[in-house]
């Protein structure tokens, strides 16, 4: 009874074990999922419809040019126009006139 023991207890540890990595390899996969490969559908999508754009970093995509261009509007809030789309998003007149289909 006692040789039985330890191989019990051996098989639960192994059962514990498996268990945690295929949970670590699912949680990497649907991270994957998430971050890469829908983002990655998304941009090629708007690439076969002509709209192009800047590189996207990996984690953060372009959080921090559209951070930095609209910290720079409020520097510059001194708009005369009634076009308020270049006022609140000023980002997107740039990458237009960058990326723009000719």
Known sequence: MKEIQ??????VAKVFISLA?????GLFFRLYNALVVKS????????????SGPPPSLLL?????IKNSQSKA?????????????AL????????????VK
């Open 40 to 51: 990655e559908k998304l941009r090629s999508i708007l690439r076969n419809q002509g709209i």
């Open 89 to 100: 998003f000023p980002f997107f007149e740039r990458w237009r006139n960058k990326y723009e």
């Open 6 to 11: 330890p191989n019990i207890m051996e098989a």
């Open 61 to 65: 995509g372009n959080i921090k040019e």
């Open 74 to 86: 409020v520097k510059n809030s001194s708009i005369d126009t009634h076009n308020c789309a270049a």
């Open 21 to 25: 990595l295929l949970g670590a390899f």
